[in-house]
């Protein structure tokens, strides 16, 4: 049998510049089982047939369905979905009469017996398909956490890690008139070298836990386009539309009916076709949302979608939104379920999550720690609201591994080409508190260079740590201070350090750039009352926030900050029984939805921030 490697690696060898070689997926078998394709954009704007819903699963903590007793790969795995021929015939699996799951969800607060379950699942779904000529069968995920491996009809289709950014398979050639099935293999068990690694402080749910889709697009189809202003420029709309195929000569046509802006062009030897055309769009802000129906077309496929047109620059320790100078009020946000608890999904979550936010006075929020779903970026960007989004490169990662480094960036390729169209997002953040060192500066050098190669306009951040406090003094150090746009760090002055010594605190911040803080903040469990010195009381939380925006008036170039975080949420990091009970209790909103003293203290701060800007 040929072996190859996942089409994966081949894309990112062509785009990492290889500073790390390497696989970040695992080998597959054979050319016919690597049906994975670039990431088809904006999916949910394409015909397609959704495969959400009930899917029938089944548990398996030894991998029982995938190796044999000797633990070498099964050729007659549950892929099979094998029924016995006879009623003679073993067969010791049935997803027919296995329990079934909602899809999307994740499998720890849809069966209470897998709260805590780290390991393989599998998922069956059938559907029913007809073939339509001349058109082509795309399997689309929206994430599956972490490990996934998916089969057609019993073939392989191909693999995908990572647990927070799409992915799609061509299917056309596996499927046939009538009955169909998709088993999928979920593994969520946690790896040094994964990314995220080991150790991180959030609920590690498994499963199908964004939509899957099966689109429909023609043979030669629209694979990805570009939208935006041009860098610093508010007068001229750039872009390019693109072909899945190197195909010369196709007439596309990108069309802003309102601006009265119809673009022909004919793609080049690339299958691409750029253009830059003079505009005079309203501006997109927090103020005025404003959104533009696009359609980008050619002639058997019509694509529409709502672009903003905004620009988004620094200057000296500034950060200018059409250029205006921003302060950015934000809130951090896990993409945890408000009320029912579990991952959030869906567009009504989006919703209340980002109400929340707006209520607190925010014109911004930081996503955290991983690429979130599309419809909290869309629904953002429809309220009015910056968004900073994110790959878990989170904590201490295997910086010399390149696996891993494929792996991230990777995953801040599929992210920037899902959201590249939303105005809404202005910076690419690329990790989360990494420990210092020459092979960290490396990683993230290179993932910062690939975000600035990849997305022409907008920033680059990352949030690092304050290295050297002294007494009261806070001065922030960090060689990737040359990589970003944006310098962002956490701080728990007041929680972690130095409790109670927030209004004694001074900052150095010694980069001509913006500052953020992109987390600051302290736990406290919702209805519990006492005095300001106890530990989890409101009073106590309450008290943190008053110190540190006083602390916050005396930061030079400060331009941000984003409290860590708008709602409790699951984290096994959390154990004390009767307080947190596997809840971070950091939130400004408990996890029931109610506010706790603190998000008061935040909201008129935010307040004045707004009066005086
Ligand atoms: C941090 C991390 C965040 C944690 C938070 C905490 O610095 O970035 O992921 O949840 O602190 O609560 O300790």
Redesign the pocket.
């Known amino acids: 049998m040929k072996k190859v490697k996942h089409s994966l690696m081949v894309l990112l060898l062509a785009t990492s510049g290889c500073l790390f070689a390497g696989n970040a997926n695992a080998e597959i078998q054979d050319a016919s089982e690597n049906r994975q394709l670039p990431l088809v954009t904006n999916i949910f704007g394409r015909q397609s047939l959704t495969l959400c819903g009930q899917w029938n699963y089944i548990v398996d903590p030894l991998e029982n369905g995938y190796y044999d007793y000797r633990h070498k790969p099964l050729a007659n795995g549950f892929f099979q979905n094998k029924k016995p021929a006879n009623p003679s015939e073993l067969v010791e699996y049935d997803f027919d009469t296995s329990p079934t799951m909602n899809i999307p969800t994740d499998w720890n607060t849809a069966d209470e017996k897998l709260f805590y379950y780290e390991g393989t699942v599998w998922f069956k779904k059938s559907f029913n398909y007809q073939h339509k000529q001349g058109m082509r069968a795309v399997l689309y995920f929206g994430a599956v956490n972490y490990d996934a491996k998916v089969w057609v009809n019993g073939q392989k289709v191909g693999e995908h890690v990572g647990g927070f950014t799409p992915f799609n398979f061509d299917v056309t050639e596996v499927l046939k008139d009538g009955d169909n099935f998709v088993v999928v293999k979920v593994d969520n068990k946690r790896d040094q070298d994964n990314v995220p690694t080991l150790n ?3 609920w590690n749910y498994g499963g199908i836990t964004r939509e899957v889709l099966l689109a429909e697009v023609p043979n030669t189809y629209i694979e990805d386009y570009y939208i935006q202003l041009a860098k610093g420029n508010a007068g001229l709309i750039e872009g390019w539309v693109k072909l899945n195929e190197a195909k010369a000569g196709v007439e596309v046509t990108v069309d802003i009916p309102e601006l009265k802006l119809k673009q022909t062009l004919k793609t080049g030897v690339d299958g691409k076709a750029q253009f830059s055309v003079k505009a005079k769009p309203e501006l997109w802000s927090p103020e005025h949302p404003k959104l533009y129906q696009v359609t980008v077309s050619k002639a058997d496929e019509t694509l529409n979608d709502e672009i903003g047109f905004r620009t988004i620059e620094t200057r000296g320790r500034e950060i200018l939104l059409n250029g205006k100078p921003v302060f950015l009020r934000g809130v951090s946000i896990h993409e945890e379920a408000p009320f029912r608890q579990g991952r959030a999904w869906s567009e009504a979550d989006a919703h209340t999550l980002l109400s929340w936010a707006k209520e607190l006075g925010c014109n911004y929020v930081r996503l ?2 991983y690429p979130h779903n599309e419809h909290m970026v869309r629904e953002a960007e429809k309220m009015g609201i910056m968004v900073w989004s994110e790959i878990p490169v ?2 201490t990662i295997s910086w010399e591994n390149p696996d891993t480094y494929q792996n991230a960036e990777a995953q801040l390729r599929d992210e920037i080409t899902r959201d590249r169209n939303r105005c809404a997002i202005i910076i690419w953040s690329v990790a ?2 990494t420990p210092h060192g020459d092979a960290r500066d490396k990683f993230l050098s290179s993932l910062a260079k690939y975000a600035h190669a990849n997305d022409p306009v907008r920033l680059v951040s990352m ?1 690092m ?1 304050v290295t050297s406090a002294q007494g009261n003094m806070n001065r922030l150090q960090d060689n990737m201070n040359e990589y970003v746009d944006v310098v962002a760090f ?1 701080e ?1 002055v007041g ?2 350090r130095d409790t109670k010594a927030a209004r004694s605190m001074v900052w150095e911040i010694p980069y001509e750039k913006p500052a953020i803080i ?2 600051f ?1 302290g ?1 406290a469990l919702q209805g519990w009352h006492g005095s300001v010195d106890q530990r989890f009381t409101e009073e106590f939380q309450e008290d943190l926030y008053k110190a540190n925006v006083d602390m916050f008036e005396r930061i030079k170039g400060l331009a941000g900050t984003s409290p ?2 708008l709602m409790d949420f699951r ?1 096994p ?1 959390r154990q004390l029984f009767g307080v947190q009970d596997f809840f ?1 209790r ?1 939130g400004l909103v408990s996890e029931k939805g109610i506010k706790k003293l603190a998000f008061y203290v935040m909201k008129d701060w935010y307040e004045k921030k707004k009066n005086n800007e």
């Open positions: 991180f402080d959030w955290a720690h989170y904590w989360n508190e949030a740590e956490n728990y929680w972690y992109s987390e903040g736990g860590w975080i984290s990091r971070n950091k």
